[in-house]
């Protein structure tokens, strides 16, 4: 064991000084029984001087440690335990890299731990365990045989979670591992669930069940085991598939884990009653879990058991857990009941979260269809002070909310530029409203804002000359605009579409034609239905453009791009 006096005194005075908790890294010496039984004292190990070069990285890593610094320490650390020949100081290196969750550390120290004490299994399994964690199956596989010989099974199976989108020899070792650790140890559950596991990835289902039967006989109760079978059943489309697990959660009424997989796996198959029931029994146990609350209420709200659902998510609120999400379906509940102004109190109370957006729209269109343009305003308002860090994305809401009223969803985007004047989305958004009410200086200005800050913007570049080519005859640099999109964003079929229709616009059927049929494969959208349509037609292939034409109206009836270019065309559509 590396020591010295100054070393360990250092040590100790750092530890007793601490203020705030640190990693426990020390190494506490084996307990040593004799025959009886009765603890002797630990054997004493001679110390190994600490070589001068390493005396001062090895202070400053405690020096790290005392202040919390654990990248250093573990940086100087781990430096110092590759160049020591020390599994003591491997060992403290490994626990530290543990701690701090540092998984390509923590795999080079047990693997490194590992070549210095070789028949410490829990090294080998934590080298196995750290190994997978970092995508190394084929190295994970050869440490977990190490582990199983030193007498420490690990959960070998982690290792096929990629095993499908291996190469073909990587699997061939990884399976030829699992295969012999099964064979050299029949009695372990870890290893039989993997070679159960395996087989079942490689399609062979009734080895898969040989293998996890004798799990099953040794171990009722094995969650693992008991979903494993379960899969397997489902996979031979079984008209029983959950006879086992549901005898075993009768069997073992408070295996709460294995009542939880039970019902998320009913839930998973579309049984939402079933899911429904086993979490009224899980609640009954556990009433405040949050995740066990807040499934429940996701299925009742799924079935429309809107009442039970509403008092599980005010639950939620009351325990200040998932509030945003319990808010959201809260607001949900209240609109499909009609309760307009709960609905929106509810979906106000949203904070950022993945249903903000979401919940700021709903709230949006109950007032658009129940108040006035500036109640819009107003909640908008009141929502930017409460969400500060929200406010560019709340006027983008605020400006599409109020659409429907002439000129304030321009006033909208004007306020937010002011408070914002270099949002891409709020200037791209402004340059929208702008085409639409036909003041295509004001769009054009607006684009080339963003342009003037990012040339390469694909979207806009597209944007540009696609308005350009529908509402000028400045064709050749629309052309130039749109090509410029096309190479930042190869393939995009919003940008073939509109290269196309620009190469139409100068002429170039041919160019234009390839280019409109690879967007149309890729995006059978009608309005690049409408331009195919239009270039085939004008090259003399009726037939061909009317069915083109059908299709994209078989998609959407009524579409404006397509009537208007039929009409135009002067074909009929019989």
């Not at 977990?144 to 070998?156: D, I, K, S």
């Not at 039989?192 to 109760?221: H, K, N, T, Y």
């Not at 985007?413 to 200037?427: I, K």
Request: proline share 6%; aromatic share 8%.
């Amino acid at each position: 064991m590396i020591a010295s006096r100054y070393a360990y005194v250092a040590l100790a005075l750092f530890l007793a000084s601490c203020a705030t908790p640190t990693p426990d890294l020390s190494v506490e010496p084996p307990v040593v029984q004799d025959a009886t039984g009765v603890a002797e004292a630990p054997v004493a190990r001679p110390e190994t001087p600490i070589p001068d070069d390493s005396l001062l990285p090895l202070l400053k890593a405690e020096f790290a440690l005392r202040q919390r610094d654990f990248d250093l320490g573990l940086a100087l650390l781990t430096e110092q335990a590759a160049l020591l020949s020390d599994p003591a100081l491997a060992r403290r290196a490994l626990r530290l890299a543990e701690f701090v969750n540092d998984t390509d550390q923590a795999a080079m120290m047990a693997v490194r731990l590992v070549e210095l004490d070789p028949d410490d299994g829990a090294a080998a399994a934590a080298a196995s365990g750290w190994l997978s964690r970092a995508g190394r199956p084929i190295d994970a596989v050869y440490y977990a045989t190490l582990a199983f010989e030193n007498g420490y099974p690990v959960n070998v199976a982690t290792n096929l979670g990629t095993y499908e989108a291996l190469d073909e020899g990587s699997q061939v070792a990884i399976a030829a591992a699992i295969r012999t650790i099964a064979e050299r140890w029949p009695e372990d559950d870890q290893a039989a669930i993997a070679a159960s596991l395996l087989a079942r990835l490689e399609g062979d289902f009734r080895r898969a069940q040989s293998f996890i039967a004798p799990v099953l006989e040794r171990s009722p109760e094995n969650i693992r085991a008991v979903m494993l079978w379960t899969q397997l059943m489902l996979d031979q489309s079984s008209d029983t598939p959950f006879d086992l697990l549901a005898t075993t959660v009768s069997r073992y009424p408070d295996n709460q884990e294995l009542r939880l997989q039970y019902a998320r796996l009913l839930g998973a198959e579309g049984d939402y009653t079933g899911a429904q029931a086993q979490f009224v029994f899980l609640l009954k146990r556990d009433p405040d879990n949050a995740e066990l609350l807040s499934t429940a209420a996701l299925l009742d709200f799924e079935l429309e058991d809107f009442d039970k659902a509403q008092t599980k998510f005010h639950q939620l609120i009351a325990l200040e857990e998932r509030p945003d999400e319990a808010h959201y379906y809260v607001g949900r509940i209240e609109m499909a009941n009609d309760r307009y102004p709960e609905a929106i109190a509810a979906f106000a109370a949203v904070g950022p979260s993945r249903e903000f957006r979401d919940a700021k729209a709903l709230a949006a269109q109950l007032l658009i269809d129940t108040a006035f343009a500036s109640d819009i305003k107003t909640f908008f308002e009141d929502q930017r002070r409460t969400y500060p860090s929200a406010a560019e994305q709340l006027f983008l809401l605020e400006a599409d909310s109020l659409r429907d009223w002439s000129g304030e969803s321009l006033k909208a985007y004007d306020r937010g530029l002011t408070a914002f004047p270099q949002s891409f989305s709020l200037l791209y958004g402004r340059a929208m409203v702008h085409e639409s009410e036909g003041q295509l200086g004001a769009m054009e200005d607006d684009l080339r804002s963003i342009l003037a800050q990012d040339p390469n913007h694909a979207a806009t570049l597209n944007a540009l000359g696609y308005t350009l080519t529908n509402h000028t005859q400045r064709y050749e640099e629309a052309a130039d605009l749109i090509e410029r999109a096309l190479a930042l964003s190869p393939g995009d079929p919003a940008i073939l579409d509109s290269l196309g229709w620009v190469y139409y616009k100068l002429g170039q059927y041919s160019e234009s034609e390839t280019l409109l049929r690879e967007a149309h494969n890729a995006f059978p959208d009608p309005e690049v239905a409408a331009h195919l349509g239009e270039v085939l037609w004008v090259q003399g292939r009726q037939f061909e453009a009317r069915d083109v034409w059908r299709d994209g109206l078989s998609r959407v009836p009524d579409h404006p791009i397509i009537l208007e270019a039929v009409k135009r065309l002067g074909a009929e559509l019989p």
